[in-house]
């Protein structure tokens, strides 16, 4: 007893930068809850949030507007903002520790394209498929086609860009670049033989938006986040030992192969949900990573967990932003994301210039 | 004891060591010496499992093929010969990567220890990318001997493995990091050290093994193997062997470089 006060009362290590971490977890945690609130108050209707809350508590009725307004078009759409940003955020984590590489997002280097790919085939082609496949999968057809082309693209791009556990950025970055441009041409090509009501979907789905979120839509990409959410933490010191080196990571007793296999579907399923429900929203994956490295260090015990916190609040508050901006017309999400990534990521690349040539 | 029989390593199809047999005993410093591309560190490789290899390689008595690498990262740590790092971790996080979980008792204690251990107490907050070669390489060291700190664990001993440890440091870290695998040796651990330098060799090493053209071509006592005749065949160069009996050994280069035969 008088050890275990010793212990929480013993100075922190110098350079041990885990309780300012642990601080910074609740501050994003307030942060989130905040965003949440903020997310469910504000939006083109004017329904009211305080009085909805005031109507629940003191036990009056509220109108019927204002619950569906609350409960069928703001609870989905700021669950799956939570969904999908933390899904984003961790998954640019995870790429990054894997790929030993901070610029490793999944919009950049292909992945997500790589699962929008899948869920073009999944909206055009569906039909195609036996009734009874289509009936078994129902709306877990788009994200399981976005999964496994978000599984695909990770291969490929690991492949590609790693040769003897060394992993080429030049090569990386190139070859996701390819990816991407192979898949927008066959979605190109997709989007052609789709019929109108299809176009539609596509359109409105490659907006990159939780605009459409609707409490089916939650429940599909859920699963896959969740599982993928769940699995990531398992993944932290593993990751920590890569940053060594794969040959390193293995010296100090990391199964160093399961490892990456375990973080390429990791990816995959948080990726490919994400991208299946919300279209691509890029930079999420590599602001908030980078954001949370600057502030506590790349321990990834912790890095991931506040990558899943401050993904989650960022795109909420990105997802007010682009429905108060124009109201009462909203502003696709990913037009909010890349104006406030992309300036971030060419500060990124100034500041490490000596990455690049690795 | 470590026991490596029959070792054959090929890149591509260009073999690298051809049938290598080399034993290792704890409570020794053994070092591996050589010319540059004459395997040395291709069979440091090799007997810690990091490359693929054709012969059969035991860690106290057992099959490294068949060990898990968790297993095998309890009783031996390896020591690159440089490591950069992806991210900005600090001095205590790297050596902190080599304290396995909840296995090692006191271990924010033990990061302390590690580095002062290496010369680098107080060096903790610093960022690793910001250090000097040397600075990193002891770094690097600190991870890997908090990673097997004790060198007799349940009765067993545990192991270094260093690919080259002081080919970035000054003369005077230099002899300190010598010291540092001396003394875990003295404490019953087992230490393989690939070198450069033949006199800190001669110096703190109990055996030598000689590497030519990925074959050992000389394995003992450093007075045995630091001899005139087998540094020229391996280094194709004259050197000047001296023992004077206060220092024992000592080697001077002699003349320019031996025209190839």
């Keep these: 007893m008088a050890m275990l006060a010793q212990d929480m009362t013993a100075p922190a290590t110098p350079g041990d930068r885990s309780g300012r971490a642990q601080a910074l977890s609740a501050v994003l945690l307030g942060l989130l809850g905040f965003a949440t609130v903020l997310s469910l108050a504000v939006g083109a209707s004017g329904a009211s949030l305080w009085d909805a809350m005031l109507g629940l508590l003191s036990g009056s009725e509220i109108s019927a507007r204002d619950r569906i307004v609350l409960v069928d078009i703001r609870l989905p759409r700021t669950v799956m903002g939570i969904l999908v940003g933390a899904a984003l955020a961790v998954s640019g984590a995870v790429m990054q520790g894997l790929f030993r590489n901070p610029l490793a997002d999944p919009a950049l280097v292909g992945v997500s394209a790589g699962a929008g790919f899948g869920a073009i085939v999944a909206i055009v082609l569906g039909g195609l498929l036996p009734v009874s496949v289509a009936a078994t999968l129902g709306a877990y057809l788009v994200p399981v086609a976005a999964f496994v082309g978000a599984w695909a693209a990770m291969l490929v791009l690991y492949g590609i860009s790693t040769r003897r556990g060394r992993t080429s950025i030049a090569t990386m970055l190139l070859a996701g670049i390819a990816l991407a441009a192979l898949m927008g041409a066959a979605q190109g090509v997709l989007i052609y033989v789709a019929d109108d009501a299809q176009l539609r979907t596509l359109t409105f789905w490659g907006m990159g938006s939780v605009a459409g979120a609707t409490w089916g839509k939650v429940l599909a990409a859920a699963p896959f986040i969740a599982v993928s959410l769940a699995a990531a933490p398992f993944l932290a010191r593993g990751l920590n030992g890569l940053a060594l080196g794969e040959a390193a990571a293995a010296h100090i007793g990391i199964p160093v192969q399961r490892l990456k296999n375990a973080s390429v579907l990791m990816v995959a399923g948080a990726v490919g949900a994400a991208v299946a429900v919300s279209g691509g929203i890029g930079f999420v994956g590599i602001v908030v990573p980078h954001l949370l490295r600057l502030l506590a260090g790349p321990d990834h015990r912790f890095l991931l967990v506040n990558s899943a916190l401050l993904g989650a609040a960022l795109l909420l508050c990105a997802d007010v932003i682009s429905r108060v901006v124009i109201a009462p017309a909203e502003l696709p999400i990913g037009i909010v994301t890349a104006t406030l990534g992309g300036p971030f990521f060419l500060w990124i690349l100034l500041r490490q210039r000596g990455i690049l040539e690795m | ?261």
């Design chain 2, 1 to 261: 004891m470590l026991d490596a029989q029959d070792i054959t390593v090929r890149y591509g199809r260009r073999p690298i060591l051809h049938g290598v047999d080399f034993r290792a005993r704890a409570g020794a410093v053994t070092a591996i010496v050589g010319p540059n591309g004459s395997g040395k560190s291709t069979l440091l490789k090799a007997i810690t499992g990091e490359i693929d290899y054709q012969g059969f390689v035991a860690l106290n008595g057992r099959d490294i093929a068949h060990a898990k690498v968790w297993e095998l990262a309890a009783i031996r740590a390896v020591l690159p010969q440089a490591t950069p790092l992806a991210f900005p971790f600090t001095v205590a996080e790297v050596v902190r990567l080599g304290l396995s979980r909840g296995i090692q008792a006191g271990q924010s204690d033990l990061i302390g220890q590690a580095l002062a251990r290496v010369g680098l107490s107080g060096y903790e907050a610093r960022f690793y990318q910001e250090l000097s070669g040397g600075e990193q390489q002891r770094v690097q060291l600190a991870r890997v001997i908090a990673q097997v700190w004790s060198p007799v664990e349940d009765g067993s001993p545990r192991w270094l493995f260093l690919d080259e440890p002081v080919s970035a440091l000054d003369i005077g870290h230099q002899l300190e990091v010598m010291q540092l695998a001396r003394d875990y040796a003295d404490a019953g651990g087992g230490v393989v050290a690939v070198m450069h330098d033949l006199n800190l060799t001669a110096m703190f090493a109990d055996v030598v093994a000689l590497i030519a053209e990925g074959r050992i071509i000389g394995c003992g006592a450093p007075g045995d193997v630091l001899q005139n005749d087998l540094l020229r065949t391996a280094y194709r160069c004259d050197v000047r062997v001296n023992t004077a009996p206060a220092n024992g050994t000592f080697i001077l280069p002699h003349a320019a470089r031996m025209a190839a035969e």
